[in-house]
């Protein structure tokens, strides 16, 4: 076994994992992925308010419009190419290995994954935030954090229960946090200029143009995240390039719109924070529509959560399956085939978390995601000139200078994001240095890993890799 895992972990050998037996289980079809990538990237328009009150309405709407041009399409399109032309478990984890090998798919799985400790304790935590408004009896005492834990509970049994339980309930929940922005896209026309003297609770944002940016940024990143599920998507070749392609422009309008309408409406740019949808809404439908964006707030948070477990729990078994972890995370529902025990072991693990009170820590979230989402970048670039034969039913356009050009303006947004985070503090240090040490703790944990099993863990014999059907 020693030698055949040794074997596994060569660069000649890398044959990212699948899913046995995909044609026995129910598979993703598009609207349930485009569902599903529109909470693991947005989750409706909450989040987004100090764009405007950074950069005002008319730059803060052009930002919003601009960064999926630059940030999002380059991404959704590199997505589209390597999704369509090797749909693995684990998705952006299996490219890099496949591209590069093994040390850098570890340092892909890694980032993604100490990513999410900064990503993932805040939606249960949302998800109360918005509750309490409604009811204050949840802020007393622990009550709130076992309100957030029943979320996390609540999402890793439906995960357990399958991807397209998962992903249909995305869909409903995408229809349900819509409906009251499509209310104040619908009321704010009849409120033209009527809102300009408008009494609002004061903020206390200090974001400029800048920052709204970095935001902007924040709230368009994540579109990798659908592809670590892609053994489990119908046609993954055909649904992959439409799905981004119609999320991108689905999560665009969703920003877009309602601030679009609330900007006739004279409300002064300065009035918006995160967190102000709420009260903003209730000047243009009273009561009622309140209490809608605040129920919509709860299921954003929800929504976002969910999906991202879905995803980030396909890393552990896509892994398992390489023979980069022990084999116990590779185990499935025999009936829903979803990883029960990846998916476990990270809720707990979010679940720890819950009590810190994580701050949102934009810049720490981007400088992880675009040293990964680099890495994909570098990934596409390398297999264009490695394997330019590899079938690729979608293709970025432009051969391999368009495969190398189509990185760059995310990554100069990325280096961006950076010098920013140099004005950052965390723990008595720039947010860029505690960025480079979590970064450098990757390659640690790959040593300390190679140094426990050098020739890779054992994988359960119906686990190996399969060539997909």
């Not at 009494?199 to 940024?217: A, E, F, K, Q």
């Not at 967190?275 to 209490?291: M, T």
Request: with cysteine; aromatic share 12%; hydrophobic share 55%.
């Amino acid at each position: 076994m020693a030698t055949a895992s040794a074997q596994r972990l060569q660069p000649d050998h890398l044959q990212p994992a699948v899913v046995p037996n995909r044609k026995k289980f129910v598979r993703l079809t598009l609207w349930p992925l485009v569902a599903a990538t529109f909470f693991m990237v947005s989750g409706g328009t909450y989040g987004t308010e100090e764009i405007v009150h950074g950069a005002g309405y008319w730059r803060g709407i052009l930002i919003l419009l601009i960064t999926p041009l630059l940030w999002s399409l380059p991404t959704a399109f590199m997505i589209g190419e390597l999704s369509s032309a090797l749909p693995f478990e684990g998705g952006y984890y299996a490219w890099v290995r496949r591209a590069m090998g093994n040390f850098w798919g570890f340092q892909e799985a890694w980032l993604s994954l100490i990513a999410s400790i900064f990503d993932m304790a805040i939606y249960p935590t949302l998800f109360v935030a918005y509750l309490t408004r409604m009811f204050p009896w949840f802020q007393e005492g622990n009550r709130g954090w076992w309100v957030a834990l029943a979320v996390v509970v609540a999402c890793a049994v439906l995960n357990i229960a399958g991807v397209k339980v998962v992903s249909l309930t995305s869909l409903w929940l995408f229809f349900a946090l819509s409906a009251p922005f499509i209310g104040i896209v619908l009321l704010a026309p009849f409120k033209l200029g009527a809102l300009a003297n408008a009494v609002t609770r004061p903020t206390t944002s200090n974001v400029d143009i800048l920052g709204g940016l970095l935001i902007c940024m924040w709230n368009y990143m994540g579109w990798d995240n659908a592809s670590t599920i892609a053994t489990e998507v119908e046609r993954p070749q055909r649904t992959y390039p439409r799905a981004m392609l119609v999320a991108v422009t689905i999560v665009a309008i969703t920003y877009v719109l309602p601030f679009a309408a609330m900007w006739m409406t004279g409300l002064k740019a300065t009035a918006w924070e995160t967190g102000s949808w709420a009260d903003i809404a209730a000047l243009v439908g009273g009561p009622l529509l309140r209490i809608a964006i605040i129920l919509g707030g709860m299921i954003s948070a929800f929504g976002m959560f969910n999906a991202l477990v879905m995803s980030y729990s396909r890393l552990p078994l896509a892994m398992a399956q390489d023979g980069m972890l022990p084999a116990v995370f590779a185990k499935l529902q025999k009936k829903s085939r979803a990883p029960w025990v990846a998916i476990i072991a990270l809720a707990i693990g979010w679940a720890m978390c819950l009590g810190l009170g994580f701050a949102r820590l934009v810049t720490i979230d981007i400088l992880l995601y675009g040293a990964s989402l680099s890495l994909e970048f570098l990934a596409l670039a390398v297999l264009r000139f490695r394997e330019p034969d590899l079938k690729r039913p979608f293709r970025v356009p432009g051969g391999k200078l368009g495969a190398i050009a189509i990185g760059i303006p995310p990554v100069l947004l990325l280096v961006f994001s950076v010098i920013r985070s140099e004005h950052e503090s965390i723990l008595g240090m720039s947010s860029f240095a505690f960025g480079v040490i979590l970064i450098a703790a990757g390659v640690l944990a790959y040593g300390l890993n190679r140094a426990l099993k050098p020739g890779g863990w054992s994988v359960a014999e119906s686990k190996k890799p399969q060539p997909a059907a």
